[in-house]
């Protein structure tokens, strides 16, 4: 069922007009479902549907803006809307907006010619000339793309390293045209975001392998595949492009889940950079960040020697518990032991 923005609470796509400077003063409360329904016929672009409020200026700019993220075709509605956004003078304002919402080019082209064509989410090159494949233009594409990418995710259409760089650009994409998440096949918007590899998940991935036939060889060729990537040995495209060789040798590919839901399930690597940041270890023990920040530098200062209170304060000041770590790894004996010292004080006071 079509709708409008009087029946989306979000308003993603304000977020993003505004980032680019080009809400105008004037679009203060919206018109709400409750007020929409007070309005009579004439007072909507699609005077049929009742959608597309167009009896004041605020109205009738929200009812072009947000027809154009939400990706909506034009209609017969599209003329009344253009001339009431011309009788109110704000047809400047309506096409900055619309101009801020247009997702830039995957590719890095001009503005102007992503006027002219369309972004997609993956280009592969054949003999006829490049193929473009999952359209970005609008909202609706995107979310169209998105379930049509999902659905040849799951048939195994390209290979995943494919299907991951599509996720990744179409996500891009949604965020820059104020797409929210919840609108995103789920599969893509995991697919879209860097993540952890889950030890679980391989652990069972390998297990049904095991259990249609593999023989134990080509198990442990598989697990020593996940294991190089898991410890950082290899990236994550070496080690689905075996998993995806060795499924088709087996000739197990139709029994066997998509190879992306093995290794890009954990959580995402943004969430584990943010916890790395917010943690330090000292002698085997992970300590909150905020107790090293909350040492008072003049104590540190005096409390090693120079070289070691110089390698702590500038952690200190960094922010990052990584830093930390290693700054503290390479502090002689007598300065780790202060600096334990200090923080199971600083700790005990708290």
Same mark, same amino acid.
């Given at each position: ?114 006027? &002219? ?102 198990? &442990? ?110 502090? &002689? ?18």
């Amino acid at each position: 069922m079509q709708a409008d923005f009087t029946t989306d609470d979000s308003h993603a796509f304000l977020l993003v007009v505004k980032r680019a400077d080009a809400l105008p003063d004037w679009v203060k409360e919206s018109c709400s479902k409750e007020d929409a329904d007070s309005l009579s016929d004439s007072s909507f672009a699609d005077c049929h549907s009742r959608l597309f409020p167009i009896h004041c200026k605020e109205a009738a700019w929200m009812s072009a803006v947000s027809s154009y993220s939400y990706g909506i075709p034009p209609g017969p509605w599209s003329d009344r809307l253009k001339a009431a956004c011309h009788a109110y003078g704000i047809m400047p304002e309506v096409t900055k907006a619309i101009e801020a919402l247009r997702p830039s080019m995957v590719d890095g082209a001009s503005k102007e010619a992503s006027e &002219e064509v369309i972004p997609h989410a993956l280009t592969l090159e054949s003999v006829g000339g490049n193929r473009d494949f999952y359209p970005l233009g609008n909202a609706h594409q995107i979310r169209e793309s998105s379930l049509k990418m999902a659905a040849d995710s799951r048939e195994k259409r390209f290979p995943v390293g494919w299907i991951r760089l599509a996720a990744r650009n179409l996500c891009k994409a949604a965020a820059s045209v104020g797409v929210t998440p919840s609108l995103i096949h789920p599969d893509i918007t995991r697919l879209g975001e860097e993540r952890l590899p889950c030890p679980e998940t391989v652990k069972a991935a390998l297990a049904e392998r095991a259990a249609i036939g593999v023989p134990e060889g080509g198990i &442990e060729l598989y697990a020593k595949a996940a294991n190089d990537y898991m410890s950082g040995d290899t990236d994550l495209d070496e080690a689905e492009v075996f998993w995806e060789t060795a499924d088709n040798h087996f000739q197990i590919q139709d029994k066997v889940a998509n190879v992306a839901t093995v290794f890009n399930t954990g959580i995402p690597q943004a969430h584990a950079d943010k916890a790395a940041r917010q943690l330090f270890k000292i002698r085997d023990t992970w300590v909150p960040f905020a107790a090293l920040e909350a040492l008072p530098k003049e104590l540190v200062a005096c409390s090693l020697t120079k070289e070691a209170a110089a390698r702590m304060l500038s952690a200190m000041s960094g922010g990052d518990g990584r830093e930390a770590t290693q700054a503290l790894s390479t502090l &002689e004996a007598s300065d780790l032991d202060q600096m334990a010292r200090l923080l199971l004080h600083e700790t005990n006071a708290a």
